[in-house]
């Protein structure tokens, strides 16, 4: 059994975890060969910076997933997949830090305030929760995240115009894709594809109508780089960890 632990949220959906960097990490842990094992904490505050996912390795208690990554590339003796050596890796930086940061707003909108992703949310909660805190739960993080995604930005914007800019984003994606040569980092999975999965991969597998999620499940190229890579990752359509 491997020491390596990665403390994130609850799986969900088919997938080894609900939480977007979480996917990411999980992803790039199994395609670079590092044994690591899941431990559930749904409570993100428990972690190191207040955040999920971290890990923890004999006394390190380490999170971020973008510094647990160079961190344990560094240890095993990978290459830095956060140097930007070229003009390519520039743009794919820029890629991963659009769906991280705004395209990740939206995926929070559609799961904690739409209200179909919160009525799914509430479902997941009955499962994961006391039956008799899931209802209170589910309530204070839609609270939450709507003041956070004002603040932010994104919940200023009209209903209509939120889900516009999803599709756009996701849009611009499936060219990329199709233009491509089967991944965004090149001829082989990488460091954006994993992020950019992370982003996409909930809504591809939540069964809530949302809008930018049902426009998502609609796109070929999209839907085929998100199984190829989870195969490709976990070595089948499944997630597993040593």
């Known amino acids: 059994m491997s020491d390596l632990q990665v403390h994130a949220f609850a799986p969900a959906w088919g997938l080894p975890s ?21 431990v559930v904490e749904n409570r993100a505050d428990r972690g190191p910076l207040g955040k999920s996912p971290w890990i923890e390795q004999g006394g390190l208690r380490m999170g971020d997933s973008d510094r647990i990554i160079a961190h344990l590339a560094a240890r095993h003796g990978l290459p830095d997949p956060m140097a930007l050596p070229d003009p390519a890796a520039v743009t794919r930086d820029a890629l991963k ?13 559609e799961l904690f305030v739409h209200p179909a ?13 006391p039956s008799a805190l899931a209802p209170l739960i589910g309530w204070q993080m839609r609270r939450h995240f709507t003041r956070q995604l004002h603040a ?3 919940a200023r914007l ?9 599709r756009r984003q996701i849009d611009g994606l499936e060219m990329l894709l199709a233009d491509g040569a089967g991944w965004l980092h090149g001829t082989a999975p990488g460091l954006t594809d994993f992020a ?35 195969k490709a990752a976990f070595g089948s359509d499944q997630a597993h960890a040593a």
């Open 18 to 38: 609900s939480g977007p960097f979480a996917l990411k990490l999980m992803a790039w842990l199994s395609h670079a060969g590092i044994a690591w094992r899941p």
């Open 97 to 109: 830090t659009a769906f991280e940061e705004r395209f990740h707003q939206i995926l929070e909108w």
């Open 117 to 129: 992703g919160f009525a799914g949310l509430r479902a997941l909660l009955k499962k994961l929760a």
């Open 152 to 154: 932010r930005g994104i």
């Open 158 to 166: 009209d209903p209509p115009e939120i889900a516009a800019t999803g």
């Open 196 to 230: 950019v999965w992370g982003q996409v991969a909930p809504l591809l597998h939540w069964p809530m109508a949302t809008p930018v999620a049902e426009h998502a499940k609609t796109l070929r190229h999209l839907t085929d780089w998100s199984a190829r890579l989870q």
